[in-house]
């Protein structure tokens, strides 16, 4: 990202795109440990859907850009 905290578009779709693999990661490993804790099982899941969220935005800001919108 740029150093004036001012982001471009590409930068963001970047930034939500890793975003949702960190969280997806973080969730798969609170599933795994759900197993033995319920509720971080709920979290885990939680963390799942907001991942798709996430890399949906990015996804549509994605095909935004493309079609040169800024």
């Known amino acids: 990202m740029?150093?004036?905290n001012?982001?471009?578009k590409p930068e963001l779709i970047t930034a939500l795109r890793q975003l949702a693999d960190d969280m997806e990661t973080?969730?798969?490993?609170?599933d795994?440990?759900?197993g033995f804790?319920?509720?971080?099982a709920e979290h885990g899941?939680?963390?799942l859907g907001a991942?798709?969220?996430a890399r949906g935005?990015?996804?549509?800001?994605?095909?935004?850009?493309?079609?040169?919108?800024s």
Not at 57 to 69: T, V
């Open 6 to 8: 001012q982001s471009t």
């Open 51 to 53: 991942a798709l969220i």
């Open 37 to 40: 804790d319920y509720l971080l």
């Open 26 to 30: 973080i969730g798969a490993a609170l």
């Open 2 to 4: 740029t150093t004036d």
């Open 32 to 34: 795994y440990y759900g």
């Open 57 to 69: 935005w990015a996804d549509g800001m994605e095909g935004e850009h493309e079609l040169g919108d």
């Open 45 to 47: 899941k939680e963390i």
